[in-house]
């Protein structure tokens, strides 16, 4: 027996998750997509697919969305907004600007809705096996209800207050990712430049006092040199590092190791890896190292 009906919208790589996870957790699934090809996979792993948001939004009375851009926000809630239905909960898991999710949020509560503002801590492999943090804000008898199903996708679930809070933490914790991410890169390079093999890098930066659960997720693709299987694509990644450098600027609060990063994504999108995972910023260090793979082996040699 179902233990409960929910909607997604959005399959992508984390929406996608989300509802695999909750299948396998016993909840009756409906989901939506633009991409007809999203939308076959869900079916076949046990999602019931829906025509469209609006037909999801009159089905399902807990909806999640997890977005790409804030025009597709727009969108879903309008859909929503126009299916006429009973009070819904929709729980926004996406990574937006706090005046897109709220601007959203008014229009959802005027047709008497209840939006949560629930943005998640982890990459697209951590979602695969529920190693997702839920940073829950908004009405918080919603969010204690809903814990169940949050349960159904993550490991954890915190309730961070007033609406917004869970993007205000969203972005603290994304900073650091976007830190991380390069600081892993930078070390791995180093090594290959000292002739180390990255295999090495790896095991022994693990295994010591520099390591960090960025680097244990995003070192292994840095050794094998492949990007292709993204867990977060830096085209996607580009919208979160523009909506964290935004809120800084407008608390007036200094990231300078933050805003050091954004010239090495930027490179990454413009050498071909906006759909490449985030970790290929290690490329663009190697380029710039001078470093390249040896032929048929996962070493590296040294340009002299």
Known sequence: MAKGKVGIVGLGIMG????????TAGWRVLGYDIDPARRRAMARAGVEISPDAQALAAAAP??????PKPSALDVTVKAIVDAHVGPRVIVEASTFTI???????RALRKAGHVMLDCPVSGTGSQAKV???VIYASGDSKSIRRLRPLFAGFSRATHDLGAFGNGSRMKYVANLLVAINNVASAEAMVLGIKAGLDPRTVLEMVTSGVGNSRVFELRAPMMVKDRYDQATMKISVWQKDMAVIGEFARQLKCPTPMFDATVPLYNKAMKAGHAEHDTAAVCAVLEAMAGVKRKKGGSRRAMQR
């Open 99 to 105: 005046d897109d999710k709220a601007s959203a949020e």
């Open 62 to 67: 807990t909806i999640i969305t997890s977005l």
């Open 16 to 23: 996608g998750a989300f509802a695999q996870n909750l299948v």
């Open 130 to 132: 529920k190693d997702l």
